[in-house]
């Protein structure tokens, strides 16, 4: 296993075990974090280990923050239905 993988493993642990505690804003603040270290890790998981994984890893930490992802779908469809006029 070579250390983008591992560091990505680490990036999983990382967002599950956050997810575990409390938060006040529903962890919106970790959401950002995780998002800031997960697209260069995407990034240079391709690079080291080809875009299979990356796109496997991708998918991955998209399940893990799942809202963010979802909301991100929304605003990109409200955007584009209000370009074509629906």
């Known amino acids: ?19 575990m505690f409390p938060s006040k804003d529903h962890h919106w603040r970790n959401a ?3 998002i800031a270290l997960g697209l260069p ?4 998981i391709a690079w ?7 796109a496997v890893f991708l998918g991955v930490g998209a399940s893990v ?12 469809r409200r955007i584009f ?5 629906g």
């Open 1 to 19: 296993m070579n250390a983008a993988i591992a560091a990505g493993c680490v990036w999983l642990i990382a967002a599950n075990v956050t997810a």
């Open 32 to 34: 950002y974090m995780l």
């Open 41 to 44: 890790l995407v990034v240079w």
């Open 48 to 54: 080291a280990a080809g875009w299979l994984m990356a």
């Open 65 to 76: 923050l799942c809202w963010p992802v979802i909301y991100l779908g929304r605003w990109l």
């Open 81 to 85: 239905l209000l370009e074509r006029g």
